[in-house]
T-cell receptor, first 117, second 118 residues
Framework: EPEVTQTPSHQVTQMGQEVILRCVPI?????FYWYRQILGQKVEFLVS????????KSEIFDDQFSVERPDGSNFTLKIRSTKLEDSAMYFC???????????????FGDGTRLSIL | AQKVTQAQTEISVVEKEDVTLDCVYE???????LFWYKQPPSGELVFLIR??????QNEISGRYSWNFQKSTSSFNFTITASQVVDSAVYFC???????????????FGKGTLLTVNP
């Protein structure tokens, strides 16, 4: 069964450094998302991406964050200058697209655990 | 704004017991979708079930069943004859189907930690 792939599984970075989290969504999916989960807390929406542009972002997704789909397969999340509070599990998700949304489920990757020191 | 509440923080059962996980949601939309995801100790998020707002028929799929009650804004999930491998955090999530948008983000509840003891 096709799946969403995220790399690396664990990233340790010094505060203030830039970090790029990578995702390969399911190949025929058109909608892409990033979520984060601070340890022990709920999963929070960061950003959605469709047709090579951001379709919605949360208040968490400030100027330090950016997303990119540099080629036909990868979908990246960049944090320019990391802070201690960015430590979390980051999930990439994707779903199919049709002309009408009918609740197609989002399929998640295994996550990247980001630890800021 | 959409909101999902899972009042049960933790549930502990003995293997083979039935267990029901509660979920209450808030939305202003008339069309929306509800989901249950499972997060085992390994950390990944696994899609389990989906229900749309215009179909209140409750279903059973193997050991899983769900009870959608639009009148009380609840979407409860039941595992029958629980097994140790069911031990995980279970998240209820809501997606609103607003017209004209392509987002359809998921809003998650805080999750319920289910522990099934042998």
């Amino acid at each position: 069964e096709p799946e969403v792939t995220q790399t690396p599984s664990h990233q340790v970075t010094q505060m203030g450094q830039e970090v790029i989290l990578r995702c390969v969504p399911i190949s025929n999916h058109l909608y892409f998302y990033w979520y984060r989960q601070i340890l022990g807390q709920k999963v929070e929406f960061l950003v959605s991406f469709y047709n090579n542009e951001i379709s919605e972002k949360s208040e968490i997704f400030d100027d330090q964050f950016s997303v990119e789909r540099p080629d036909g397969s990868n979908f990246t999340l960049k944090i320019r200058s990391t802070k201690l509070e960015d430590s979390a599990m980051y999930f990439c998700a994707s779903r199919t697209g049709t002309s009408t949304y009918r609740g197609q489920p989002q399929h998640f990757g295994d996550g990247t655990r980001l630890s800021i020191l | 704004a959409q909101k999902v509440t899972q009042a049960q923080t933790e549930i502990s059962v003995v293997e083979k017991e039935d267990v029901t996980l509660d979920c209450v949601y808030e939305t202003r939309d008339t069309t929306y979708y509800l989901f249950w995801y499972k997060q085992p100790p390994s950390g990944e998020l696994v899609f389990l079930i989906r229900r749309n707002s215009f179909d209140e028929q409750n279903e059973i799929s193997g050991r899983y069943s769900w009870n959608f009650q639009k009148s009380t804004s609840s979407f409860n999930f039941t595992i029958t004859a629980s097994q140790v491998v069911d031990s995980a955090v279970y998240f209820c999530a809501l997606s609103e189907a607003r017209s004209g948008g392509s987002n359809y983000k998921l809003t998650f509840g805080k999750g319920t930690l289910l522990t099934v003891n042998p």
